[in-house]
Each structure stands twice: as C-alpha cells, then as structure tokens.
C-alpha cells in the first residue's frame, strides 16, 4: 500500500473529480506555500500536499495509487530543495496569478474555434438609400462540410488519441530551479494541443471541418444610410475551423453621387440657375425630385443666393420617423451680352427705376449669416 493518504491530504473524496482535485491543490497552495509561511511546519505541509497532488493529478499514477501501488517506489524521491520529482510549478504559479475558478485554460483545446468576420461593398444609387431597398448579394465564404459535418476526420473514423500527450494536450517537463525540481508544461508538439489526431482526414475538407463555396444572401437595407454606413448581419460570416461557430457579415454602404442633388446627412442640396427676367417677374419651373416631379414657385424679385425649401422632400431619417428637407439655391444669370433691341428696353428700364446711375450700397466686407438674417426681417 501507498505510505500516505494523498486524498486525505489535499481533502478531497476518493471518487474526486481532477477540477475538484486542482481546486484544492490551489487553495491549499495559496496557504502553505513557503513565501507566505516560512515556518519548517508549514514547508513539510507544503511539500505533502504538493507530492500528493502530483500523483492525484496524473491519471496513470492516480490508478497505481488507488491499487494499492506507491508511483514513487521506483525511486523518484524528493530532489533538490525537498519538492518532489515532478513538482507542478505551473500550478503553483495559477493559484497565486489569476486561474480564478480553476482550469486556467489548460488542457486540450477545441478544434471548434469562431470564423472570421467578412465584409463587402454594396453600392447604392441616392434613391436607394434615401428609401431602403432589398439586395441579393453572392458571398464567398466558407460552409459546414457535410461529409465530416465539421469533424475533420473521414466518413467511418474519428480522430484518435494522442499517444504522447494522453489525450491531455500538453506535456510536461521536468527540469531544476531554485525551489528544486519543477514541472512545466506546455502545448503537445504532435498534436498541437488538441488532446487527438486525425489520421484519416475527411478527402472532402482536408481535415478542416469546412468547405468553401458561393451562396446568395437576401438582405434589406433599410431607409437613410449613408456613404460609409456598416450593417451587421450576426451569423452571415465564415464557418469557423472544426465547425465552429461562424463570424458575422458587415455590408459597408458606398453611395453613388447624384447627378443633381448633394446630400448633407438627411438634407439635399441643388442649385438652379435662373435668368434675370425670370427672378424679376417670377415664373414656375418643373423639377425632378426624388418623389416625382414637382412644380417650383420662383416668386417675383427672387434674389440671387437665396434658398427656396421643399420641406420633406430629402433622405428618410435612418432608425426614425420623418424626412429631411430639399433645399434650391437660387443663382441668377445676368446677361453678358446683349443685341441692341434688348440693350435699348434695358436702358429704358433703367430710366424708368431711376437707375440710370445707380448709387449702390456698400458694406464692410462679406455679410455674415446674422447680418443677412436681419437685413431679410428688415425688407433689405
């Protein structure tokens, strides 16, 4: 029989589970190590609990402890510094710097591992952003191999247990330190730290879990996005290796340039260009909106510059009800040349506004926004 009872050292039931067993190790180790009690009592505690850990640890010494045999009969005694052969310093150094709740992240890993996020360009006309629009878009992307159904391995098999690491996906070394002989571990080398190989991948994926291919994806768009807007679609994305789960698709919105408006985030802008005679005596003017065509009032002694709103008539507000606004610049054409009937009724015009020579009105540099504010409350 064993000489100690390592489960009644590290206060654990016989039938313990290895998290269980860690768990304890930990608290333990926390308690007695010797940088926290120094004391000789406590350093004889501290290397009981560490023996009896590396034997309750490991699953082939565990079974020759439980029947009956002592996994340190053959010799492998205390070393240097009085720690055990095989002294588990990884663990040492997880209970003191942050393996909360245990595991740390060691043992095999998961093939499964997420996808890539994906994104492409959709380019839409004015019109289609303004109002949304629905989109069929082809994306090359990766799948679920149905043949393996992500496993890797090829129809009939699966994936082995790794005969240097036990299917533990690390492995563990021994060497010497200032606390004796320390054990450190790190990710198998033939298995690359999945605990299995396949021998026989899947001829379908190469062993990846996945396949590429082109699939078609409907999508809505909704109403006000603009140049440079990402959608996010969870899920659209690549299948991740081993079948994991996929990333998600980002559409990022380019917006063609209008031939007539300028969009200001939910305003439009255009400008109309008028001649003098039509800014003097009014007219209407048709235009194309984006709504149809509609009818523009140029009222009489419409100014150059000045704005004529379409209230309502821009790029629907994206996530919210209503619409921005269409605004017309007016620009007023003055004539460079004209022939001598028209030069003539000029000049009679001018002789009969009384402005035959005209005195002007000059002002400090470029009006600012206020000063034409007030001047248009005042009729100027």
């Known amino acids: 029989m064993a000489k100690s009872d390592y489960y009644g050292t590290l206060g654990v039931r016989r039938d313990a589970s290895a998290e269980e067993i860690k768990k304890a190790y930990r ?12 004391d000789p009592e406590t350093q004889e505690r501290f290397k009981d609990i560490t023996q009896a850990y590396e034997v309750l640890s490991d699953p082939n010494k565990r079974q020759m402890y439980d029947m009956g ?8 005694g205390a070393g240097a510094g009085g720690f055990g052969a095989g ?40 019109r289609e952003s303004a109002f949304g629009t629905t989109r069929e878009l082809v994306v090359d992307t990766a799948v679920l191999c149905e043949v393996c159904t992500g496993s890797g391995a090829a129809a009939g098999t699966h994936p082995d247990t790794c005969d240097m690491c036990h299917g533990r996906g690390e492995v563990s070394q021994v060497t010497r330190s200032f606390l004796g002989q320390v054990m450190t571990s790190r990710p198998c080398p ?6 299995s190989i396949i021998r026989n991948p899947c001829q379908e994926c190469s062993g990846d879990g996945r396949v590429r291919t082109r699939r078609t994806i409907k999508v809505r768009i909704p ?15 690549e299948i991740g290796p081993g079948g994991g789960p996929p990333g998600d698709l980002f559409l990022e919105i380019v917006e063609r340039a209008h031939e007539i408006f300028e969009r200001r985030g939910d305003d439009l802008h255009c400008t109309v260009q008028i001649p003098m005679t039509a800014a003097a005596l009014g007219t209407i003017l048709t235009m194309e909106t984006l709504d149809g065509a509609e009818e523009l009032d140029i009222r009489p002694g419409t100014q150059s510059g000045q704005t004529i709103p379409l209230y309502g008539r821009g790029v629907q507000r994206l996530n919210e009800t209503g619409r921005g606004d269409l605004l017309i610049h007016v620009n007023v054409e003055t004539p460079s040349r004209l022939d001598p009937a028209q030069e ?37």
């Open 27 to 38: 608290r333990l180790a926390r308690e007695l190590h010797p940088d926290v009690n120094p």
């Open 69 to 76: 045999a002592d996994p340190f009969a053959s010799g492998a």
């Open 87 to 126: 002294f588990p310093f990884s663990d040492i150094m997880d209970a003191f710097f942050g393996a909360a709740g245990g595991g740390g992240g060691r043992g095999p890993r998961s093939r499964a591992r997420r996808g890539r996020n994906a994104t492409i360009r959709v380019e839409l006309d004015l």
């Open 190 to 195: 033939q298995c690359g730290g999945f605990g």
């Open 223 to 237: 109403a006000g996005v603009e140049d440079g807007t990402h959608i996010q679609l969870a899920g659209e994305g």
């Open 344 to 380: 003539e009724l000029m000049r009679e015009l001018a002789k009969l506004r009384g402005e035959e020579r005209p005195p002007g009105k000059f002002a400090p540099g470029q009006q600012g926004f206020f000063s034409r504010l007030r001047d248009a409350f005042n009729g100027r």
